[in-house]
């Protein structure tokens, strides 16, 4: 076989889709999951034939509801939802690629400020913690389909949830994230993550403090009724230096938890 062959049959598998892994918070320094994603402005030869089908590929194979594209180690903002959601189940699907929608640079462009729902949330990306997130119902989503056009559409309730749990992701955003859970983590298996379990503990009193203060610049009487949705989608008055602080944590103790085999 010539030299030229091997490099050809090398390139074509590079190139090729595949299942990939899914990153892991503090595993990888050279994969970041917490920072925004590019966003392209047409679709690409590499997002249609290799990003695309290994998201597709990766999130049939793992049986979740939906996968961004940063946590399979692509930076592009993009990110698959099951097209036959059953309400609060994020896994134990079977699925095919052909059971996905494809979301392209996606953009929330309103949402409903009277219907807000607090519930818990998962990801694959975040192992053994569930974190309580409060989301509209409703939402209108703006994003690019794989024919490079943009296409307005209305998601409610548990795909709404979805959608801007996914959104988040591409953006840098973690449902671990203080500006998302306001510290509301809590550790599913004790005895994979005592990292976790030990940060979060410290981090208790550092929650309350937050939480006080983005009560107090949002002008919350204590006792009064909750933000304004408005406000919670800016997530203004969010301490910053505890949502730095408690994502390098998390970096940190997932790294010493997690096994790498």
Known sequence: MSHLKKFSDVLKKVRSPTVQNIRILGKDP?????????????????IKDKIIPSLLMTVSRYGLCSLSANQIGFNISAFVIHKTLEKNKWSNYESSVKDFN?????????????????????????????????????????????????????????????????????????????????????????????TIEKVLEEFKENFQTGIAKHE??????????ARTHKNFEKRVGVDSELERELEEALKFAYNEDIDDS
């Open 30 to 46: 050279q994969i970041v999951i917490d920072h925004p994603c590019y966003r392209p402005a047409s679709i690409t030869k590499n």
């Open 102 to 194: 494809i979301y392209l640079n996606p953009t929330i462009l309103e949402s409903s400020n009277k219907d807000i729902e607090s519930e818990f949330e998962y990801c694959p990306s975040l192992p053994y913690i569930t974190t309580q997130v409060e989301r509209s119902k409703k939402i209108i989503l703006r994003y690019m389909n794989t024919e490079s056009e943009y296409i307005e559409e209305e998601l409610t309730d548990f795909k709404a949830r979805i959608a801007q749990h996914e959104t988040d992701h591409v953006s840098g955003i973690l449902m671990s994230s203080f500006s998302v859970s306001f510290g509301r983590i809590q550790v599913l298996d004790k005895a994979k993550i005592p």
């Open 216 to 225: 107090k610049s949002l002008e919350i009487p204590k006792g009064g009724q």
